[in-house]
């Protein structure tokens, strides 16, 4: 279950996450006008905890905001419409802007604005969980930053690869082209108990595309430690509450490529496990004797 933000909670932390850093007109930013340059941004971070459209207008010509180009905006699922950075215009708000539907990719293509979305998003699951010190662990960060790239409809994992000190490898399960009919239109894994059947889903898992990954690239995987944390498909974080693996699949691929140790994120600390106890642990949910 995806932990859940209301619009006012939302609204409320966008003060407190938005600044200089993540405007896309930095100049014009100040402590007074915070959301100043945060549609894209703030708009991307909306569709993930709210789902619905990106709803996008050119500001071309209005003189006044033209040096913005667009301003972006959300349609959420339950067909209200929202405008999460509409104060950043103070009294001045656009009039007679032509709302079109943009998708995602679109909206994400443009690097600048994915990048400075991530930050929000990370700083978003920061603030909801505070204290929480993997917010400050670099290892942590690269997990949640590949895992907001995956295109999970269920849940998106990021996987860094460290060897001897350095990481080597990040990446996010994701579909496999030959199965990519599993998840059109909706995900199969909707259908299935979580964590088991394990092989059934369009997705590859993160742990394996990185074992194979550091292998293909002649690095020596038994002397490499799996760093893996979970996002809900909003985008939130997922803590595990004990030291475990609950992917059969993945745990037995760890064990038979001999990696050093899996770590993963229970609560507020990363903890190490073997690669026998991620699969001891793992059946236990294959087997539905532990359920999620
Ligand atoms: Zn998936
Ligand atoms: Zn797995």
Redesign the pocket.
Known sequence: MNPTLTVKQFRALLPIICNRETSQSPDGWTKDNPLWGHCAAVSLLAQNIFGGELLRASLAEIPEFAFMRSHYWNRLKDGTVEDFTKSQFGNNYPLGLKAEVRNREYAVSYSETAKRYKLLAFRLAKVLNYPNSLFDDEIYKKCFYAALD??????KFGCVIMHKGLAVFECQ???IEPLKSL?QPE?I?FSIRSRTESML???GHAEEIALWETVHRGIPIHECDLYIAGLYSNGLPWFKKCAEHTCLRCAVQMYHAKIRNIHVPVFDRWEAISTEKAIETALAYATQNKKI
């Open positions: 995956s295109p999970c409809q269920k849940m399960n994701k579909t998840c995900c894994r889903g369009a997705c």
